[in-house]
């Protein structure tokens, strides 16, 4: 069914929900996986780009969350590419989705108030407009020991 996966990922909780789920998904139907985290820029990323170390360190964290994410999936058996990049986070996704030809993007979704809602628009929507894919909002919590028995399952193949 989904043959190319792009799994965003941002070490949240929530991004880990999206990656466990979707990186079983790959599994189960043999999809090559692209693993990408996304270093928002902000007006502060900018400003410190001059100084330099506020970003490498910034860098330094998001390169570790994404060896984190690399490791979630190759104990599934998978090997996924990993990347990644500074920018906007949602058309970020939707370019690497198409220049990857992705047929499914999964990503993590964190619950907001209706205000905050109102005020930020929803990136998912948004997202949802700018693919020509399938997006999964990966809400499915897979606990540690479920994750495990699938780790257990993928060990005995």
């Known amino acids: 069914m989904y043959k190319q996966i792009l799994l965003a990922y941002d070490g949240s909780r929530e991004g880990l929900v999206a990656l466990r789920e979707g990186a079983l998904l790959a599994k189960n139907c043999g999809a090559e996986v692209f693993l990408l985290s996304v270093l928002p820029e902000t007006a502060g990323v900018r400003m410190a780009e001059v100084y330099g170390d506020v970003v490498g360190q910034q860098v330094d964290t998001y390169k570790s969350l994404l060896a984190r994410g690399v490791e979630v999936a190759k104990q599934?058996?998978?090997?996924?590419?990993?990347?990644?990049?500074?920018?906007?986070?949602?058309?970020?996704?939707?370019?690497?989705?198409?220049?990857i030809s992705a047929d499914l993007v999964v990503l993590g979704h964190q619950r907001h108030s209706a205000l905050k809602r109102w005020w930020s628009g929803s990136n998912s929507s948004h997202l949802v407009d700018l693919v020509k894919c399938s997006v999964l909002v990966g809400c499915n919590a897979i606990g540690d020991a479920a994750f495990e028995a699938e780790l257990q399952s993928a060990d005995a193949i």
């Open 76 to 99: 599934l058996g998978l090997n996924p590419t990993a990347r990644l990049v500074v920018g906007e986070p949602i058309p970020l996704i939707a370019k690497i989705a198409s220049e």
